[in-house]
């Protein structure tokens, strides 16, 4: 009797050649990179508090985007798109890139989701777009659920994401460059800013490395339980390892700078948490 082969040949993931060319495409900006640590301790005790009192689990990845348009829109240089060599566009809406598992052919997978108008939301909004978005259960044709205004291009073009990887590399990387160059085609397709919460699959220390098609990408670790200065006082707090990256030939320093301090200041105050009930 012949016996079954110890291993399995699977074909890649459908969405596999979308994200090798996001990475390549990536590679090609001058993102600077810096490793921040957040103290989030309030802010966790106000999201388990909600759940204590509610038996709802916040969407932290959605409170990152409603605290992120918050910061973009109070610092707009940075929610920029490059538009030809010498230009730049500067958009009012902060429209923000995140990943969300859903399951996907039977297999959990990180899907994108762009968020439209994050700045005009509040954190219910975004929350409960998140939470529709991983509960959908699709074939490899349908991206991204939710609004079409939500919605991520190749789920609003189903047949564009089952020919994808059946493109020659050469012509998909023209499309990419293409992107790189035209900020309005960029916004409409992969939002102005981009979360990568590798977190939320796993508890790591230490900072995710990763490259980035947007002026501004967060790449977002684990959430950390470990000694902190409270005043005079070393007492346990709970730290979040975030990865900022800026595209340095459209944003200079001291305006990164100071976007990521906006940033972490509203992250360690838990901004939008302060009543629970509304959340937001």
């Known amino acids: 009797m012949k016996q079954p082969l110890p291993y399995q040949v699977r074909r890649l993931p459908w969405n596999s050649a979308t994200t090798a060319d996001i990475m390549h495409a990536g590679r090609m900006r001058h993102h600077v990179q810096g490793l921040v640590e957040i103290d989030v301790t309030v802010a966790r005790q106000r999201l388990r508090a909600h759940q204590a009192r509610t038996g709802e689990r916040l969407s932290t990845t959605g409170w990152l985007a409603f605290c992120l348009g918050k910061a973009l829109v109070e610092h707009p240089a940075l929610n920029v798109h490059r538009l030809g060599a010498r ?3 500067q958009f009012d809406d902060v429209d923000v890139m995140m990943l969300v598992e859903r399951e996907v052919d039977g297999e959990r997978r990180g899907i994108p989701l762009v968020v439209r108008q994050a700045n005009r939301k509040d954190l219910r909004q975004i929350h409960q777009e998140v939470r529709n978005a991983q509960q959908e259960t699709h074939g490899p044709e349908d991206m991204v659920v ?23 590399k050469w012509i998909r990387g023209l499309f990419w460059r293409f992107l790189a160059r035209d900020g309005f085609a960029a916004q409409r397709i992969l939002g102005t800013v981009g979360i990568t919460a590798v977190g939320m699959f796993g ?18 670790g684990s959430i950390v339980r470990k000694p902190g200065i409270v005043g005079d006082r ?8 975030l990865s900022v990256l800026v595209d340095h030939d459209l944003v200079d320093g001291a305006q990164a ?16 948490l302060e009543d629970p009930d509304a959340a937001g």
């Open 87 to 89: 230009r730049f566009v």
């Open 146 to 168: 939710g609004d079409r205004a939500s919605s991520h291009w190749l789920g609003r073009v189903p047949w564009a994401a089952r020919l994808y990887p059946y493109v020659p």
């Open 203 to 220: 508890r790591f220390p230490g900072w995710p490395l990763t490259v980035g098609m947007h002026t501004v990408d967060l790449a977002v």
């Open 234 to 241: 070393i007492e346990p707090r709970e730290f979040l390892a």
């Open 257 to 272: 700078a100071r976007f990521v301090s906006r940033l972490g200041e509203l992250l360690e105050q838990g901004y939008g």
